[in-house]
């Protein structure tokens, strides 16, 4: 009862955070800024801030976040979150700093020892890594039990190794399936059948023949981790496993060929651009901008990027779907990330209680122009839909539909390993088999160190 | 008084080194002054103490910072270290990160990648660069242009022009393709960077793009102390273009060539900007190269025992192949190179 | 004036009066054929260029057009109105701090690495000790070590001297492996000027201080400038320590700064450009400025076609 009591208090301090903040945001989104009121309200039965019975006051101190640049939040709305925050606690000081996700394992590596950051962005695939080599600390006893059932799993997976919670989620992703319903018609094609990945192969082909496009797909396909998740979520979708439930690897049959088989195949085919071997989400976002694409897979923030007509000569044609299925499912691969408070922090109070307002169903519907909250209620939120209707009752279905990376700890160089290995198959050096069975013995070394 | 040093210079010059151009000049300038005058000049007292003194400004800004960082680095070799936490388990193991290196199969490949990109970047390197060098040295109606032009792709950040090549050489929308294709030279766009050895190639004339400038500047500048006379004096006995250049000028550039190779290879052989920009080691693999596997290893992968042993086996064989230039170059033939 | 000075102002004008000696030879351009070489390269070097300066004011959908088209329909200036007048924490408004702080770093850097590694090449090339072999290339391995090697423990060091994400923390670092190279070059264009120099100085009982100032380094110009140069471009030029040791727009560097207009969530070349080219022209305006000095003893039209 006294914590129900303490909630609404802070949420009249949320509320009144939330109407200073919207004022800057109305300039920047006008969407976003007129769903802040209404969520405000609707969304009080999530009790997203719950949890702590701490009063905020008595926090105080100073913390360094470090961010990543880019996606998600942007750098000018963390400030302003920061700034929120620090308004409800006078004495708390918040400083953030931005690097570009390329830098970010890296940054929180060598920053680690030094201890000069309290809570650090994480990608979904580090928690493993970095909870084993001790960099950042456990909070399981930290989260609210709300969170685990008011929270999407996919978030949620952001945060835990072995049961166990080494950060708040707060971003969610996936990849989507994407498709210029133009070039579509064009070619007869009816976007029903692009729901499987046979009819995504047949559709591609209709393409080429009817449509002029030389290559319908584009991928991200090159020696990075953009290959692995392209992989990884087809292999779900074909019904495979990269790795079994005791951690071993189980790509050498199943679905995990079939996969690279059917990836393979799209390459010999024509259908698939060859130069996908090369290139990263941002080259897929350009091919496809550039009409020189029918159909490809990304994250969330392609649907924006190319109905953007400054940047794109296709804005308006790019239609957002669930991945298509292999016969096991339409399943994605889970790309959320999670705010960790790093094991050597001094104020490791402060950093939970940001991470947690940051994290908050208020804040992230404030900031609904950003980035999709992690909490499951606000799906259903009119004002929430409305910011992109077309995108967020897809987002809805596809966030219960993912699949993680294995969580191991050496994760960076099994998934170097996989690149190389998913490489030779794609560039036609060794059949998709052999290339899988070359690269067993090599992970099973990597897992037993 | 004002006399004192022109004759000095001339008399280097024209010494007997004119006798036998073909390795004269650059014998004494290198290897035979030390020695001669360690007997006339230097023997006259040994300076231990006052070369110490000099010396210890330039040891302070160079060992302060880096000497603990080094000695962990030598420390962590013979250590098994998966964390960067002061806490972390270590477990001492000997030599056995080094000896895994020499079984290592991707560490082996890198190698190979390596040594390729080093033989064949810092060949074109020099070679380009001595022939810039020559011609930024003529007499020319615009050569501050010339200068400024050859200068500005130094200027460029690598990481700038990383990307830049990148980009210029995409397969779907790269201008080069573009540029190609609308002359006619190839049919269709190509994917550069599509497989190992083509993406390998483009990354070498990434680089030699950008860093023959520093070839050709040294030279220049190698030019610069060169005595004319010499020339002039070959040229009045009527040698030709041609011949003088290997006759003579090389001959004498080879202390600054001596530079730009080391220089050049210690770069090439630690290369990590360009290719970590251009291909991130792709395509399967196949240019990866020893500092972005040993940054790989060491921080992607959090194995720094291991990255640190690859990381001073890049030192080790950098400094080799420094003092074979130097012992190759600064003898010259003649002189046992007895620094 | 005393005689030592006298033998100084000698060193000077020995290669002006050289020069002038040569000049009746010289004085003639190259021939055409050179100039077409000339002008062959100029265009091989400054195409990329030429594409950078268009493509920073190509709309970003222009860009990705197939076939391209060589010149914009519309001029889009929103990159650089982005880089002049933008917020600092935004990348584009970032990188007018990036371009003050690389300056400083790489002036502090040189100045500092210049300073000592004169001395000490001084030593190297002209006094008689144990182990000068040995003392170079102890100095220049130090130039070999693969910053990825050494990046964390310096972390640890710059945080306890409380210099991380500061520039001073930057010269510092960046001296520590410029300095064996520029003293390293430093000793090989000393040990080029004949020791007659040092002789004939030192019997106008100049002292060794003396000597170097006021002869040598005179002499070594052409070196001492291509050193700085390249020790300029060393510091420009540098990441991987700048990504790891900097972070906020008090201390990040033009690569930093430039590496942030591209990811894998979005590449802006039109933004990479821009940058590109602002991030170009301060060394090449002091190269310019220093290369009169680079080629001071270069007799025009040295090497005669």
Redesign the interface.
């Known amino acids: 009862m006294s914590e129900f009591v303490s909630q609404l208090n802070r949420r009249r301090f949320l509320l009144g955070a939330a109407g200073f903040g919207a004022a800057g945001l109305l300039a920047a989104c006008s969407s976003g800024g007129t769903g802040t009121g209404t969520t405000g309200s609707s969304g009080a039965g999530a009790s997203s801030t719950g949890g702590s019975s701490s009063g905020g006051s008595d926090l105080s101190g100073s913390i360094t976040g470090l961010f990543m640049k880019q996606a998600g939040y942007s750098e000018d709305h963390i400030n302003q979150m920061a700034a929120s925050f620090m308004k409800l606690h006078p004495n708390v000081k918040v400083n953030s700093e931005f690097v570009a996700y390329e830098a970010l394992h890296d940054k929180i590596v060598a920053a680690a020892p030094a201890g000069t950051y309290d809570l650090v962005f994480i990608d979904v695939i580090w928690p493993a890594e970095f909870a084993t080599k001790g960099l950042i600390a456990d909070i399981t006893g930290r989260i609210p039990a709300n969170w685990k059932t008011d929270v999407l799993q996919g978030a949620l997976d952001s945060a835990l190794y072995q049961g166990k919670f080494y950060g708040l989620p707060w971003l969610l992703d996936a990849k989507f399936f994407y498709y210029n319903k133009n070039l579509l018609t064009k070619a007869g094609v009816d976007p029903a059948s692009v729901t499987s990945w046979d009819g995504v192969a047949t559709a591609a082909k209709a393409v080429k023949d009817k449509a002029g496009v030389k290559y319908p797909l584009v991928w991200s396909w090159a020696q990075a981790e953009a290959v692995i998740c392209d992989w990884a979520l087809m292999t779900a979708s074909f019904g495979g496993k990269l790795f079994d439930e005791k951690g071993q690897p189980a790509f050498t049959d199943g679905g995990a060929v079939q996969a690279l088989e059917f990836m393979r195949k799209s390459i010999v085919d024509g259908i698939t651009n060859p130069s996908s071997t090369q290139s990263l989400e941002d080259d897929v976002v350009k091919v496809f901008s550039a009409g020189d694409a029918a159909m490809g897979l990304n994250w969330s923030y392609m649907f924006a990027a190319a109905n953007d007509p400054k940047q794109s000569t296709v804005a308006g044609q790019a239609v957002v779907t669930e991945v298509p299925t292999g016969g096991a499912g339409r399943i994605s691969v889970n790309g959320s990330s999670a705010l960790s408070i790093t094991a050597t922090s001094k104020n490791q109070d402060v950093a939970w209680e940001f991470a947690k307002y940051v994290s908050s169903l208020d804040v992230q519907t404030q900031y609904i122009s950003d980035a999709l909250p992690i909490w499951k209620s606000a799906y259903d939120d009119p004002a929430v839909i409305k910011t992109a209707p077309e995108f967020v009752p897809v987002a809805k279905k596809q966030f219960n539909d993912m699949t993680n990376r294995p969580q191991v700890v050496a994760y960076n160089a099994v998934s170097q390993k996989l690149q190389v290995a998913v490489q030779k198959a794609l560039l036609g050096s060794v059949s998709p088999q052999q290339a899988m069975n070359d690269v067993k013995p090599e992970v099973e070394k990597l897992l037993a160190q | 008084m004002t006399d004192s040093t022109a004759p000095t210079t001339q008399s280097r010059a024209g010494a007997p080194a004119s006798a036998n151009p073909s390795h004269g000049p650059a014998g004494p300038r290198k290897a035979s002054y030390p020695k001669r005058f360690r007997h006339t000049y230097g023997s006259s007292r040994r300076s231990g103490g006052l070369a110490a003194l000099l010396l210890l400004p330039a040891a302070v800004v160079v060992f302060g910072l880096v000497t603990y960082p080094v000695l962990r680095t030598v420390w962590l070799s013979f250590n098994r270290v998966l964390s960067p936490m002061p806490t972390a388990p270590v477990q001492m193991v000997g030599f056995q990160n080094f000896i895994n290196a020499f079984t290592d199969s991707d560490l082996i490949a890198a190698t190979g990648h390596t040594i390729y990109f080093t033989l064949v970047s810092t060949a074109a390197e020099i070679v380009f660069g001595v022939l810039l060098g020559q011609l930024m040295a003529q007499k020319l109606r615009f050569r501050w242009l010339l200068r400024a032009a050859i200068l500005m792709p130094w200027a460029l950040p690598t990481v700038v022009s990383a990307s830049m090549w990148r980009y210029l050489l995409n397969a779907d929308y790269g201008p080069i393709n573009a540029l190609l294709t609308q002359l006619g030279i190839i049919g269709s766009y190509r994917s550069w960077l599509g497989t190992p050895t083509s993406a390998m190639n483009m990354i070498i004339i990434a680089d030699v793009w950008k860093n023959t400038s520093i070839a050709a500047f040294f030279v220049l500048a190698g030019l610069a102390v060169i005595p004319n006379e010499l020339r002039e004096a070959a040229s009045v006995d009527g040698a030709g273009a041609v011949r003088r250049f290997f006759s003579i000028t090389l001959p004498l550039l080879r202390p600054v060539i001596m530079v730009v190779l080391v220089l050049r290879t210690i770069e090439a052989f630690k290369v990590f900007d360009i290719v970590y920009v251009m291909t991130r080691g792709g395509p399967s693999n196949g240019t990866q190269t020893v500092a972005v596997y040993a940054y790989q290893t060491a921080f992607s992968n959090q194995n720094f025992g291991y990255g640190s042993a690859i990381a001073l086996l890049i030192v080790v064989v950098v400094l080799l192949l420094a003092v074979a230039y130097i012992r190759m170059l600064s003898t010259g033939g003649t002189s046992d190179g007895g620094r | 004036m005393t005689?030592s000075s006298?033998?100084a102002?000698?060193?000077k004008?020995?290669p002006a009066?050289?020069m002038s000696h040569?000049r009746g030879?010289?004085d003639?351009?190259?021939p055409v054929w050179?100039?077409l070489?000339?002008v062959v390269?100029?265009v091989v070097?400054?195409a990329?260029?030429a594409?950078?300066a268009i493509a920073s004011v190509t709309?970003?959908?222009d860009?990705?057009?197939?076939?391209?088209r060589w010149w914009p329909q519309h001029l889009d200036l929103s990159r650089w109105a982005d880089i002049f007048t933008g917020?600092a924490?935004?990348?584009a408004g970032g990188f007018r701090s990036a371009m003050v702080n690389s300056a400083i770093v790489a002036a502090g850097t040189v100045t500092?690495?210049v300073?000592?590694?004169v001395?000490?090449a001084?030593?190297?090339s002209r006094?008689?000790?144990?182990g000068?072999?040995i003392?170079v290339?102890g100095?220049?391995?130090?130039?070999?070590?693969?910053p990825?090697?050494?990046?964390?423990?310096?972390?640890?060091?710059l945080?306890r001297i409380g210099l991380?994400d500061n520039r001073l923390g930057l010269i510092?670092?960046y001296?520590?492996?410029i300095?064996?190279?520029v003293?390293?070059?430093l000793t090989?264009?000393f040990?080029?000027l004949?020791?007659?120099?040092?002789?004939?100085a030192t019997i106008?009982g100049a002292g060794?201080m003396r000597i170097l100032w006021q002869?040598l380094l005179p002499l070594a110009k052409?070196?001492l400038?291509?050193a700085i140069?390249?020790a300029t471009?060393l510091c420009?030029?540098e990441?991987?320590y700048a990504?790891?040791f900097t972070?906020?727009p008090a201390s990040k560097t033009?690569?930093v700064a430039?590496?942030?207009?591209?990811?894998?969530?979005?590449?802006d070349?039109g933004l990479?450009?821009a940058?590109?080219l602002l991030?170009?022209?301060?060394?090449?305006v002091v190269?310019?400025v220093f290369?009169r000095y680079?080629?001071?003893?270069?007799?025009?039209?040295?090497?005669?076609?």
């Open positions: 005689p006298g033998g102002g000698s060193a004008s020995a009066k050289a040569r030879m010289n003639r351009y190259a050179m100039h070489v000339a390269v100029i070097f400054l990329p260029f594409w950078l709309s970003p959908s860009l990705l057009r197939r076939p391209l917020d924490n935004t990348p500092l690495s300073a000592v590694a001395l000490g001084y030593a190297v006094l008689k000790f144990r000068r072999g003392t290339l100095f220049l391995s130090t130039y070999m070590i693969p990825i090697a050494i990046v964390i423990p310096l972390y640890l060091i945080v991380l510092l670092v001296s520590s492996f300095t064996p190279f003293l390293w070059t090989n264009f040990d080029a004949p020791r007659e120099i040092d002789e004939a106008d060794r002869v052409p070196g400038f291509s140069l390249f471009m420009w030029d990441f991987l990504l790891i972070s906020t033009i690569p430039v590496a942030e207009f591209s990811g894998k969530f979005a590449t070349f990479l450009s940058g590109g991030a170009a022209i301060p060394p090449v190269a310019l290369q680079v080629t001071a003893g270069l007799a025009a039209g040295g090497v005669k076609g």
